[in-house]
């Protein structure tokens, strides 16, 4: 169990232009959550997925954002046509979800976006 | 959606002292975690305590979910000790983790 990986670590960008954030959750774990965290706060929920379907998506997810886990497995996080108020810290996390519950979340090292 | 209170917002303590951050909570919960947060970013788990009392070394938690509130003591602090804590919960009925603003401390040698 190598933990949740997440790709690249530090990503600047200009603006407008698209990037993308891979995440590799623990293999055994069904659930994927996105989370950003923007300097002196706490993370904020972005969306998740039960395997390979995306179950909620917050009012932050913009429609310039979109996310994928096509086989339940790895996802991807896409910014389209970035802004600066687009930098902050993308962390992914999985859980292994029983019925009825969450889980215990464990997070990656983060994706740190700086928008130019 | 649940609101998430931690006190207190900044502590700074002298290596080897004992502290207890706060976590307020407004609604049911299944699910508390605790998170320290290191300098590169990564949240690192703590603690996963819906509910009772657990200790880990020099820390423990206690969540208190009936009067919905979660405690978490350090004791014998150290200069490593020093970061970000979250306090994070899972509604009842919800499907994430809402977290609180954290408490940053500060530990001095």
């Known amino acids: 169990d190598t933990g949740v990986s997440q790709n690249p670590r530090h990503k600047i960008t200009k603006r407008g232009q698209n990037v993308t954030f891979r995440c590799d959750p623990i293999?055994?774990?069904?659930?994927l959550y996105w989370y950003r965290q923007t300097l002196g706060q706490g993370p904020e929920f972005l969306t998740y997925?039960?395997?390979?379907?995306?179950?909620?998506k917050s009012r932050l997810l913009s429609d310039r954002f979109s996310a994928e886990r096509p086989k339940g497995s790895f996802s991807t996080l896409e910014i389209q046509r970035t802004e600066q108020g687009d930098s902050a810290m993308y962390l992914c996390?999985?859980?292994?979800?029983?019925?009825?519950?969450?889980?215990?979340?464990?997070f990656g090292e983060g994706s740190r976006l700086t928008v130019l | 959606g649940i609101q998430v209170e931690q006190s207190p917002p900044d502590l700074i303590l002298q290596e080897g002292a004992n502290s207890t951050l706060r976590c307020n909570f407004s609604?049911?919960?299944?699910?508390l975690q605790w998170f320290h947060q290191n300098p590169w970013g990564q949240l690192i788990n703590l603690f996963y305590?819906?509910?009772g009392t657990k200790q880990n070394g020099r820390l423990s938690a206690t969540t208190v979910a009936t009067e919905r509130y979660s405690l978490l003591y350090i004791s014998s602090s150290q200069t490593t000790d020093s970061g970000v804590y979250f306090c994070?919960?899972?509604?009842?009925?919800?499907?994430?983790?809402?977290f609180g603003e954290g408490t940053q401390l500060t530990v001095n040698p």
């Open positions: 996390a999985s859980s292994s979800a029983r019925s009825g519950g969450i889980g215990e979340l464990f």
């Open positions: 293999s055994e774990h069904n659930r």
């Open positions: 997925f039960q395997n390979e379907a995306q179950l909620e």
């Open positions: 609604d049911s919960v299944n699910n």
């Open positions: 305590i819906p509910s």
């Open positions: 994070a919960v899972g509604e009842t009925s919800g499907s994430r983790l809402t």
